[in-house]
């Protein structure tokens, strides 16, 4: 069974940091890309970063400059560095795993989302 | 940036009901599309992809359709299960993932 489970969400003051942890179980990690989608206050989704398989990194505008996504394939787990946090930034945080069949490429596994509050 | 601009926004069914809804990509996406079901308080399922493949253990009342810039979910018999809120994402211009702002389905 796959399963995703992030952590590392919390309470931070705007200008702070944080980072978010996913562990990823029941597949071959290594060979998967992987996602970040966050859910705002304004409940849409809206994808944050993504790292390939080679370690290649891709951001959103919203975030580029300020977040890092990292993986670490020996211990099957996702990162993201956050910094410079701002209140627009408040949202769930999703781990996704993306798949690829053929041309088309979806989003096939999510976590359960951890929560990111960004309040004075 | 492809917006993807979905509706409605919110739409009220009853049980048995067969509704559509709509997803419409700023340029042509081939069938780069698909569609996630979520629930309050869970995260986000996928149920089609490639604009109309089925995922796996989703129910055949849910079909998708179209290609282009013009994209259909249709739910058939509607289910007590599937009031949620359902989101559109086009996957053709990567890795900018685009998501319609979402079609809250209500009894």
């Known amino acids: 069974e796959v399963l995703l489970v992030e952590s590392g969400g919390g309470l931070v003051q705007p200008g702070g940091s944080l980072r978010l942890s996913c562990a990823a179980s029941?597949?071959?990690?290594?060979?998967?890309?992987m996602h970040w989608v966050r859910q705002g206050t304004e409940n849409g989704l809206e994808w944050v970063s993504t790292i390939g398989t080679a370690g290649d990194t891709y951001y959103a505008g919203s975030v580029k400059g300020r977040f890092t996504i990292s993986r670490e394939n020996a211990k099957n787990s996702l990162y993201l560095q956050m910094t410079s946090l701002r209140a627009g930034d408040t949202a769930v945080y999703f781990c996704?795993?993306?798949?690829?069949?053929?041309?088309?490429?979806?989003?096939?596994?999510w976590g359960q989302g951890t929560l990111v509050t960004v309040s004075s | 940036d492809i917006q993807m601009t979905q509706s409605p926004s919110s739409l009220s069914a009853s049980v048995g009901d067969r509704v559509t809804i709509t997803c419409r990509a700023s340029?042509?996406?081939?069938?780069?599309l698909n569609w996630y079901q979520q629930k309050p308080g869970k995260a986000p399922k996928l149920l089609i992809y490639?604009?109309?493949s089925l995922q796996s253990g989703v129910p055949s009342r849910f079909s998708g359709s179209g290609s282009g810039t013009d994209f259909t979910l249709t739910i058939s018999n509607l289910q007590p299960e599937d009031f949620a809120t359902y989101y559109c994402q086009q996957s053709y211009s990567t890795p900018q993932y685009t998501f319609g702002q979402g079609t809250k389905l209500e009894i």
């Open positions: 996704v795993r993306g798949h690829a069949t053929g041309l088309k490429y979806y989003f096939d596994y």
């Open positions: 029941g597949f071959t990690f290594s060979s998967y890309d």
């Open positions: 340029q042509r996406i081939g069938s780069y």
């Open positions: 490639a604009a109309s």
